[in-house]
């Protein structure tokens, strides 16, 4: 089985020579297996097209996919986006009193499969040509048909009559006020049917916002706030895209805690890139495999150990699929506990940072509107080709240290201390589609953008510049102008756009954030090669715990009371400083025996309580 995708933000015609067209061979012979569409794009017949993959060699912009599938696919497209468009193969299966995991990489169709499962769009079976017009329930016929003899028989089947109920809850969350008006307290009472509101803001640690405007919302409160409106619907199933943005890892595991808690007796399927908390949440895994924007394949179920396992290999075993050249790999025995003697690189001093309540200056790191927050830092160093780790909760000054080392922000007392002669570059935690702070980078192209950093002084050479670009998958969006990126997208960029500038010091806040599984492995061994091989400081803010695990030499541990007050209880080696935080967490870790992964154990096993009784959060 052959299919064409014609990436539509890729394909450029006014800029081409229709090679795609002018090429074929098919064409030439007479048939109309390219032909020019409404928009002057090309359509391909797939059902005329040979697979020769000359057009896709000759498109200038790289916007045509023809690619072979397993027969055995045929018939099983549950939605296509359009002719020659993205295709979804198969549809994940939510089970009564469990949670269901979606794991897979970005545009692999995690959300478009928990949209139609929860009724916010009707699958066309692969079918561009259908009539909307048609009766809805004949439309629902055929899909029930589709579906006969499996589990989603009945589903589809109770779904359009309303039999049954869904509560959702959307993967972006910072839309939300735009469709709402009023405070925390005014949003949930319009949802709550369990009367559990009141228990789950007490949880999620919210019980400070509920007065407050949903649009003076932090990011991490509104997504603790969307998670709550979705959990307290009176529904049948349960469908969360995305819990982990915007969280540090403490809420992080308190979302989880109470998904499996408040939802226990629900069917619940959660679409999520932070593993660890996957692992923890999910009793079994649909994986989703296949070329972002061009099709995704949905596996049979999976234990949720297994389905991990078999992703981070890159080999899915009853599919006899690869998903990967190379394995994702952890060690029992990190490198940097048997790292060479490094000589100290950078050296700050103490400082603290205040803010009063008619600051106007931005604090990231404020979640309490106008409250007052003192941060104090200890002196410290950072060595020669070394990654520092930097862990703590959210609003507790992480974001403040980083501003103040970059020179973003300026002590109260005291001073970093950093010489004048260690050039810095620092990407923040908030990324704005202005770039970097032109207010015309927003219009630019992003490979304009990223080529402009190789002419201004400090520079790396292109060939670096190179080197940074491709792991992070820059190629792929560089006809894209700024504004049009997507969250991940942007990230990307702003990490790219970090990298390329020729600096001792490189300060990174929060580069995983929206990130999927995939991007976060190639960011992490993108940064731990560029700080080895151009020796190099990094200090990363961070709370994917695996991203930490993998990519950090030493630990940065943050104390203190959100909004209040922040200290640096100081840098530690991994393992004591893990456990530090850890034990602050209430949580242990072990490795798993095949991948070596670091996994949270269930909360009052007997794994984990042997770890407490031992003290050794951090494995043992």
């Not at 299966?93 to 979606?102: A, H, N, R």
């Not at 099709?295 to 949720?304: D, E, I, L």
């Not at 969250?487 to 790219?496: F, K």
């Amino acid at each position: 089985m052959r299919i064409a995708i014609v990436k539509k933000d890729k394909c450029q015609p006014r800029k081409c020579m229709y090679e795609c067209i002018n090429y074929c061979p098919m064409v030439r012979t007479g048939e109309e297996t390219v032909v020019i569409g409404g928009d002057s794009k090309p359509i391909i017949s797939e059902e005329l097209c040979e697979g020769c993959g000359i057009c896709t060699k000759k498109c200038p912009f790289s916007a045509i996919s023809i690619i072979g599938l397993p027969e055995e696919l045929k018939g099983e497209e549950s939605h296509r986006y359009g002719e020659n468009g993205f295709v979804l193969y198969g549809m994940p299966v939510p089970k009564s009193g469990k949670v269901t995991g979606l794991l897979g990489e970005n545009g692999i169709g995690k959300s478009t499969a928990i949209k139609i499962l929860s009724g916010l769009q009707v699958p066309n079976l692969g079918n561009v040509n259908v009539d909307t017009d048609v009766e809805a329930e004949m439309r629902w016929k055929e899909i029930i048909k589709r579906y006969a003899g499996s589990e989603l028989q009945n589903y589809f089947d109770k779904l359009p009559k309303r039999k049954i109920k869904v509560s959702y809850k959307p993967q972006y969350v910072d839309a939300i006020p735009k469709f709402f008006d009023g405070t925390v307290s005014e949003l949930l009472a319009t949802t709550d049917e369990t009367g559990k509101s009141k228990e789950l803001i007490k949880a999620f640690e919210l019980e400070d916002a509920v007065k407050t405007d949903i649009k003076m919302l932090s990011g991490g409160e509104l997504q603790r706030v969307a998670i709550i409106a979705c959990m307290i619907r009176n529904a049948d199933f349960y469908f969360l895209d995305e819990i982990t943005p915007y969280l540090d890892i403490y809420q992080r595991v308190q979302v989880a805690k109470g998904i499996r808690t408040a939802l226990a007796d629900k069917a619940v399927v959660v679409v999520e890139h932070d593993l660890a908390i996957l692992d923890m949440v999910a009793d079994y895994l649909h994986l989703l495999y296949g070329e972002p924007g061009e099709y995704g394949v949905v596996t049979m179920p999976k234990s949720t150990s297994r389905g991990i396992n078999e992703y981070l290999h890159g080999f899915l075993h009853a599919e006899n699929v690869r998903i990967r050249d190379k394995p994702i790999e952890f060690t029992a025995h990190p490198p940097r506990e048997k790292r060479d003697e490094r000589s100290v690189f950078i050296e700050y001093d103490s400082f603290e940072k205040s803010y009063y309540d008619d600051s106007d200056e931005d604090d990231s790191d404020e979640d309490d509107s106008g409250a007052r927050f003192v941060l104090k830092a200890k002196p410290g160093s950072i060595e020669q080709g070394e990654v520092l780790g930097i862990v703590g909760r959210n609003a507790i000054g992480k974001s403040t240290f980083v501003k103040v080392l970059a020179g973003e922000t300026s002590p109260t007392t005291g001073s970093s201390g950093i010489s004048r002669d260690i050039t810095i570059s620092y990407k923040p935690q908030y990324i704005k589609a202005r770039g970097a702070g032109s207010a015309s980078a927003s219009d630019m192209l992003v490979k304009d953008f990223i080529y402009s950093l190789k002419g201004r002084e400090g520079g790396l050479s292109e060939s670096d510049i190179i080197d940074v670009i491709r792991p992070l998958g820059i190629p792929e969006i560089e006809e894209k102008s700024i504004k049009e990126l997507s969250g991940g997208e942007l990230q990307s960029v702003a990490i790219a756009a970090c990298l390329c500038q020729d600096a001792l010091l490189y300060l990174l806040d929060e580069p995983s954030a929206h990130l999927d599984v995939e991007q976060k492995v190639r960011l992490t061994r993108t940064l731990r090669r560029y700080a080895e091989r151009r020796e190099v400081a990094m200090l990363i803010v961070e709370h994917n715990i695996y991203l930490i695990d993998l990519l950090s030499d030493r630990l940065m541990v943050f104390d203190g009371k959100p909004g209040v007050r922040g200290e640096i209880k100081g840098c530690f080696e991994m393992r004591e400083g893990m456990n530090l935080f850890l034990k602050e967490l209430g949580v242990t870790f072990r490795r798993d025996e095949s991948t070596l992964r670091p996994r949270i154990n269930k909360i009052g096993s007997a794994k984990d309580r042997e770890q407490k009784n031992k003290g050794k959060y951090y494995y043992l």
